[in-house]
């Protein structure tokens, strides 16, 4: 049963974030550490401030109730999801997934121009915001595409395209391996590619300075995503009972996982950081790190691919061309790894022309 859903945070909840940030306990800072120990503390506090003193979650409420909300039960786990359809009944449907530590939040800038031409559903994961907690093993990024096939199907929709970054990526490659015959396309903008020194692939210049920086990482996994891989029980203690542990560990990602040139507004950054911190959902969230590890099937639907310019990593074709039937592939001088947010225009811009352009583009 799909049935509405209103978002209406409890009051007393507000109320105690307030107090726990009005009491918060600050660490001391090295003189001068700027980014070399982690978020500085005077942007940090500059932060909190503003999210207990000039941040307004009821207005940031209404907006967001202004979109048609549902809840649906899958599996024995709730699922929350937007749905916009477009004035046009015959328009082609896309589901929309966001990453970590994003949420749905991520599209809203993006519906407006989507949904001239598609129809769209937004799901929140299972573990993430108002889908709540998971409280099993095994939600992995396949069976989220399962759940996402489900959920589709009970809207109604026989065919349909898929679009993520991030987690969303990996979650819907894997939905058009579940459902082939359903899926019509599936539109990324993030797809790791990693080295393969057996590829015999020819390489550009850009190409193997993309494999560098991918050689990088693999070397010194990012400290968040080793913890939440682990131990993502551990973590979640401190991100719950803490909301500026919280606030740092995701305004620390926005703030280097972005294009400096399109920065995610600091409103936009409190109201995400707020969906986790209300929904107490921190440990959950994590716990996607750990299940992710799993492989999930090859996609054998058409793919489109957005690169930007500042995301965490950059997708090398001619290694992505191996394992993927590639139809559309752009390149972006600007944007990061929040393109959704950073570069709205851009990014729906080259979902639409992909989709549209598809052979399979039937409702």
């Not at 929350?80 to 082609?92: E, G, Q, T, Y």
């Not at 598609?118 to 099993?136: D, N």
């Not at 996994?221 to 203690?237: D, E």
């Not at 606030?247 to 280097?256: N, P």
Request: one cysteine or more; proline letters at 7%.
């Amino acid at each position: 049963m799909i049935k509405p859903f209103r978002i209406d945070i409890p009051q007393v909840d507000l109320d105690d974030l307030n107090d726990r940030l009005s009491r918060t306990r600050w660490p001391n800072e090295i003189a001068d550490a700027g980014w070399d120990y982690g978020f500085p503390l005077a942007r940090l506090k500059e932060l909190a401030d503003r999210w207990r003193t000039g941040y307004d979650w009821r207005k940031h409420e209404a907006e967001l109730n202004e979109l048609a909300h549902f809840t649906t039960e899958i599996g024995g786990q709730n699922v929350h999801f937007v749905h916009v359809r477009s004035p046009k009944p015959d328009a082609l449907a896309l589901i929309l997934t966001h990453g970590w530590p994003g949420s749905f939040l991520e599209f809203l800038d993006v519906i407006e121009p989507l949904a001239r031409d598609f129809h769209l559903v937004i799901p929140s994961i299972p573990g993430y915001g108002f889908s709540g907690p998971t409280h099993e093993r095994g939600w992995d990024v396949t069976r989220v595409a399962r759940t996402w096939a489900e959920l589709m199907r009970r809207l109604g929709y026989e065919r349909y395209g898929a679009q993520g970054g991030d987690f969303g990526s990996g979650i819907s490659t894997a939905l058009g391996a579940v459902a082939p015959e359903r899926v019509v396309g599936v539109h990324v903008n993030y797809l790791p590619t990693r080295p393969d020194p057996d590829d015999g692939v020819a390489l550009s210049e850009q190409d193997r300075a993309r494999l560098d920086t991918v050689r990088r990482l693999m070397a010194n996994r990012p400290p968040y995503q080793a913890l939440q891989a682990a131990t993502p029980q551990t973590i979640g203690y401190a991100l719950t009972d803490s909301p500026v542990g919280q606030l740092a560990w995701i305004a620390e990602r926005f703030d280097q996982w972005t294009d400096p040139r399109t920065p995610v507004d600091d409103e936009r950054i409190l109201t995400d950081v707020s969906l986790y911190w209300l929904t107490a959902t921190a440990a959950s969230s994590a716990r996607l790190h750990r299940e992710a590890t799993r492989r999930s099937e090859p996609c054998p639907v058409p793919l489109g691919v957005a690169v930007f310019a500042h995301d965490i990593t950059q997708s090398v074709r001619p290694l992505a061309e191996r394992l993927y039937d590639i139809r559309h592939w752009s390149e972006f001088d600007r944007g990061g790894h929040f393109a959704a947010m950073e570069v709205p225009e851009l990014l729906a811009g080259d979902v639409r022309d992909f989709f549209l352009k598809l052979p399979a583009h039937v409702a």
